[in-house]
DNA sequence: TCCATTCTTTGACCGTCATCGAATCATAGA
DNA sequence: TCTATGATTCGATGACGGTCAAAGAATGGA
């Protein structure tokens, strides 16, 4: 039986909770590739698929923060963990944030991008 | 004469350190007053009006904070320290990230917001 | 030149955080 | 029931960050 892992109320959001949480290089890693998929991913897949280089306590305790801060929604499932972006929550609360985090590059020129105009 | 503080070329702004700088909820005070005016704006006038409670050392570190990370740009003028947000330099690199951090209200219902629709 | 005012820097303190190894817990399968 | 596997918790450690008091510039005025 599916259970939801415990999580703040869309009311309860903190701003700096939120920002403190996505101000982690790994932990934006994470965010993106769930920003990036439309469904619920395995937790464990995830991590193998952008490899942190993190040890298993140190990534679950990433998993725990976002949650925690609002960020993201975590469904138990036996040994399985499912995890999706609360996309609407933090859209209804903090509109435009996360894709202003997370479209960015993170540096000058990081992932492909626009590259026009201005100077 | 007007001498610029030192503070990073928009090509080396770093998310990790702006979101860390943004996570501050002082921090995020003096940056509202600043994102609410479109001149610069003294220091100590600006510090007097939002009323942080905090020591003249702390102040003066969180704007150091906010210029080193590109946030804002400081001149000193005599004694005078005039600051004001960098609005173009981080619409470029990180579009509509002010706009989604200092425009909506810290917790539920914080300023006066729209508060229509949606439930 | 000297003093008073204002901001900054220094140094220290303390709490928080990221990280890991080891231990613990929970579950699926044999 | 027993065991293997995957995730979490615990405990420790090192680093970082916010804060202030005290000391140190820098400036404007007497």
Redesign the interface.
Known sequence: MPRTLPEPS???????VI??A????GR?TLMRALYDSVDPIDCAILVARVDLGLSNPTISHHYRVLREAGLTRTVADGRKRVVRVRRDDME??????L???LG?P???GGQAEAREG?M
């Open positions: 869309v009311d309860s959001f903190d701003l700096t920002l403190s996505l101000a982690d290089p934006r209804y609360r903090f509109p435009g944030l894709q202003a985090v960015a993170e540096r000058e201005r």
